[in-house]
């Protein structure tokens, strides 16, 4: 028995075979960490309805002695008792159990028969009711401002307290599900948490951004890095992270103004924040310091997620072509991920909880801005400042590509009304690149410059209607009207997209949510970088340009590519600025090459 653990692989019979072993007649477990391995892990290999069919089937062969077919009922009782929840969502498994236990007791092996107890098993419905609002994009709400009084460790309690209720509802079937498909799509579980993170990020945003003089901008910011230090205490390394990456806005940190404001000894702490949180030599830093803590932690859970999906990927569930051999090691170190996540479930903060207070943080975190909408609250905050004693930048030649390719693999909608509305975005930014002159109007040298950037076009009066030497917007657009109901070809802002993975913290160009995960859960432009999630894809409304080797924190984010860590703050050391992801790393990584500690 001890000896299966120790080889490379193993039949799914054999596993069923040494666990039933594992129990002796009075219902004593030998080997505990073979038995909740397997149970916990088995939906990867044989379906539960099926594993439980056949335990029944090897109960009724003719050679079960009555002592084994009690450790096959002992079995099952453990199996209930440690993984109730799956008996409770699972009405097939459950009805399969009835049965089973109906059959013994019909057989005259009552004894037998009341090992297994399916009425003690409570319900977990309520893990499935999405209590948490989605935001909405039609229904926006202003944010509370009520919480400027509240001590900071107050808020960073309650914050904690909610993230970890919502935490909690998470089961191994959501991990099991994201893990297999790589995404939270049909996951509403997991995708109400992160739409918890999301918001407390965005939140924080919209709470400095409400100030209308710099050093009220800066009090906030100064008081939320103080809510990061108490998360940090607390060892709430998720919110904590949803903090920083807030306050790390492009939104928030190009605020110059607001930034001398606030003091070096609360810059250099929070300096040391972003560094914990970082994801440098694969969340090192984090890593460590979580590993050292004891009693209640919250883990930053898409890096455990990334473990899971690492495993996943880079080992195969299988030992051999044939699929009859279950990988033990992929086995075991999913096993280990999974059961740290399960513990910390089980050990809730020690948090007296106002209801109150929790009822209004809700609501305040129930509220939808676009990431363009809040950076130009920012602009409108502090407006972009010239140089001084500077000439005009060079206008960067050639000009940076409009369209490099038309995806026929996405296709938006055929709503006029959206075709229309993308190709005005579309057309906007062809004069905010391409007008240099500035005279509203694209002349036919202007236009020689983007001509190769759209797809069947050769000729400037294609689009000169009127003949007058110059394009208008007006001309542009139905142009771009005519050629997408002509060509079928839908328009929509045709991007190269493809499956894509990333490393580090992604946020959606559409929704501005942050796409979870770490392996092909996004999509990926591959001419101009842009991501999104998959559901994404048909309603986003940015142009396609080739990608540039630099983004400016200047630069509005609906124009920025989204492979990047948290943008720095202004004060942020050298070793953290303009963090990229090479591109042979992420193709690395694409290809299920990762630099994984467990």
Same mark, same amino acid.
């Given at each position: 028995?001890?000896?299966?653990?120790?080889?490379?692989?193993?039949? @799914?019979?054999?596993?069923?075979?040494?666990?039933?072993?594992?129990?002796?007649?009075?219902?004593?477990?030998?080997?505990?960490?073979?038995?909740?391995?397997?149970?916990?892990?088995?939906?990867?290999?044989?379906?539960?309805?099926?594993? &439980?069919?056949? *335990? %029944?089937?090897?109960?009724?062969?003719?050679?079960?002695?009555?002592?084994?077919?009690?450790?096959?009922?002992?079995?099952?009782?453990?199996?209930?008792?440690?993984?109730?929840?799956?008996?409770?969502?699972?009405?097939?498994?459950?009805?399969?159990?009835?049965?089973?236990?109906?059959?013994?007791?019909?057989?005259?092996?009552?004894?037998?028969?009341?090992?297994?107890?399916?009425?003690?098993?409570?319900?977990?419905?309520?893990?499935?009711?999405?209590?948490?609002?989605?935001?909405?994009?039609?229904?926006?709400?202003?944010?509370?401002?009520?919480?400027?009084?509240?001590?900071?460790?107050?808020?960073?309690?309650?914050?904690?307290?909610?993230?970890?209720? #919502?935490?909690?509802?998470?089961?191994?079937?959501?991990?099991?599900?994201? %893990?297999?498909?790589?995404?939270?799509?049909?996951?509403?579980?997991?995708?109400?948490?992160?739409?918890?993170?999301?918001?407390?990020?965005?939140?924080?945003?919209?709470?400095?951004?409400?100030?209308?003089?710099?050093?009220?901008?800066?009090?906030?910011?100064?008081?939320?890095?103080?809510?990061?230090?108490?998360?940090?205490?607390?060892?709430?390394?998720?919110?904590? &992270?949803?903090?920083?990456?807030?306050? #790390?806005?492009?939104?928030?940190?190009?605020?110059?103004?607001?930034?001398?404001?606030?003091?070096? /000894?609360?810059?250099?702490?929070?300096?040391?924040?972003?560094?914990?949180?970082?994801?440098?030599?694969?969340?090192?830093?984090? $890593?460590? $310091?979580?590993?050292?803590?004891?009693?209640?932690?919250?883990?930053?859970?898409?890096?455990?997620?990334?473990?899971?999906?690492?495993?996943?990927?880079?080992?195969?569930? +299988?030992?051999?072509?044939?699929?009859?051999?279950?990988?033990?090691?992929?086995?075991?170190?999913?096993?280990?991920? =999974?059961? /740290?996540?399960? &513990?910390?479930?089980?050990?809730?903060?020690?948090?007296?909880?106002?209801?109150?207070?929790?009822? *209004?943080?809700?609501?305040?975190?129930?509220?939808?801005?676009?990431?363009?909408?809040?950076?130009?609250?920012? =602009?409108? $905050?502090?407006?972009?400042?010239?140089?001084?004693?500077?000439?005009?930048?060079?206008? !960067?030649?050639?000009?940076?590509?409009?369209?490099?390719? +038309?995806?026929?693999?996405?296709?938006?909608?055929?709503?006029?009304?959206?075709?229309?509305?993308?190709?005005?975005?579309? @057309?906007?930014?062809?004069?905010?690149?391409?007008?240099?002159?500035?005279?509203?109007?694209?002349?036919?040298?202007?236009?020689?410059?983007?001509?190769?950037?759209?797809?069947?076009?050769?000729?400037?009066? /294609?689009?000169?209607?009127?003949?007058?030497?110059?394009?208008?917007?007006?001309?542009?657009?139905?142009?771009?009207?005519?050629?997408? #109901?002509?060509?079928?070809?839908?328009?929509?802002?045709?991007?190269?997209?493809?499956?894509?993975?990333?490393?580090?913290?992604?946020?959606?160009?559409?929704?501005?949510?942050?796409? +979870?995960?770490?392996?092909?859960?996004?999509?990926?432009?591959?001419?101009?970088?842009?991501?999104?999630?998959?559901?994404?894809?048909?309603?986003?409304?940015?142009?396609? $340009?080739?990608?540039?080797?630099?983004?400016?924190?200047?630069?509005?984010?609906?124009?920025?590519?989204?492979?990047?860590?948290?943008?720095?703050?202004?004060?942020? !050391?050298?070793?953290?600025?303009?963090? @990229?992801?090479?591109?042979?790393?992420?193709?690395?990584?694409?290809?299920?090459?990762?630099?994984?500690?467990?």
């Amino acid at each position: 028995m001890e000896s299966i653990l120790s080889e490379q692989s193993a039949t @799914v019979d054999e596993l069923v075979e040494a666990c039933i072993q594992a129990f002796d007649e009075k219902g004593t477990l030998k080997d505990t960490n073979l038995v909740r391995m397997f149970l916990m892990m088995q939906p990867w290999y044989i379906p539960s309805t099926d594993m &439980m069919k056949n *335990l %029944v089937l090897k109960s009724q062969e003719e050679s079960c002695s009555a002592e084994r077919r009690t450790k096959i009922c002992h079995l099952v009782k453990y199996w209930i008792s440690e993984f109730p929840a799956e008996f409770n969502l699972n009405p097939e498994l459950a009805d399969q159990i009835k049965g089973f236990k109906d059959l013994l007791t019909t057989e005259g092996n009552e004894r037998q028969s009341q090992l297994i107890d399916l009425d003690s098993v409570p319900s977990y419905q309520w893990k499935r009711q999405v209590t948490q609002r989605v935001p909405s994009v039609s229904k926006k709400r202003k944010m509370s401002l009520l919480f400027d009084h509240l001590d900071s460790c107050e808020l960073a309690e309650h914050l904690t307290y909610l993230e970890y209720k #919502s935490f909690c509802k998470i089961l191994f079937q959501d991990y099991h599900s994201f %893990v297999m498909h790589g995404c939270t799509v049909d996951n509403p579980i997991l995708e109400r948490f992160i739409t918890l993170f999301n918001s407390v990020s965005q939140w924080i945003q919209l709470m400095v951004l409400s100030k209308p003089t710099a050093p009220q901008r800066a009090a906030v910011i100064s008081h939320f890095i103080r809510v990061a230090q108490k998360l940090l205490q607390l060892q709430n390394f998720n919110t904590l &992270m949803a903090v920083v990456g807030g306050l #790390s806005n492009s939104s928030i940190s190009r605020l110059k103004d607001t930034q001398t404001h606030i003091s070096a /000894e609360t810059n250099k702490v929070f300096n040391n924040l972003i560094e914990l949180v970082t994801s440098c030599g694969n969340y090192s830093q984090y $890593r460590k $310091r979580f590993s050292e803590c004891s009693g209640f932690r919250f883990p930053i859970l898409g890096v455990h997620l990334k473990d899971l999906i690492a495993v996943h990927v880079a080992l195969p569930d +299988w030992a051999d072509k044939e699929k009859t051999r279950v990988n033990l090691t992929k086995t075991q170190q999913l096993h280990a991920i =999974l059961q /740290e996540l399960a &513990m910390i479930q089980n050990t809730p903060p020690n948090i007296d909880a106002n209801t109150d207070l929790l009822n *209004l943080l809700t609501v305040s975190l129930d509220q939808y801005h676009t990431e363009e909408e809040i950076y130009q609250m920012s =602009l409108q $905050r502090e407006p972009r400042k010239p140089a001084q004693n500077s000439s005009p930048a060079p206008t !960067p030649d050639p000009k940076p590509t409009m369209i490099d390719e +038309w995806a026929v693999s996405v296709k938006p909608n055929a709503d006029p009304t959206i075709i229309k509305k993308h190709i005005e975005k579309m @057309v906007e930014s062809v004069f905010k690149n391409f007008d240099t002159d500035g005279d509203g109007h694209i002349s036919r040298d202007e236009f020689e410059a983007i001509r190769n950037n759209f797809p069947y076009l050769s000729k400037f009066g /294609e689009l000169d209607k009127n003949q007058d030497g110059q394009i208008s917007r007006e001309e542009m657009i139905d142009y771009f009207m005519k050629a997408s #109901s002509l060509l079928n070809c839908k328009m929509g802002f045709i991007h190269t997209f493809t499956e894509a993975t990333y490393v580090k913290p992604t946020f959606c160009e559409h929704c501005a949510g942050f796409i +979870w995960g770490f392996y092909k859960q996004g999509y990926k432009c591959k001419a101009c970088g842009v991501n999104c999630h998959k559901a994404c894809r048909s309603r986003l409304a940015v142009e396609c $340009r080739k990608r540039t080797k630099s983004i400016s924190h200047e630069t509005p984010p609906a124009l920025q590519a989204r492979s990047y860590s948290f943008p720095p703050p202004a004060n942020t !050391p050298p070793s953290l600025q303009n963090t @990229v992801i090479a591109e042979e790393d992420i193709e690395s990584v694409e290809e299920g090459v990762f630099d994984v500690h467990l």
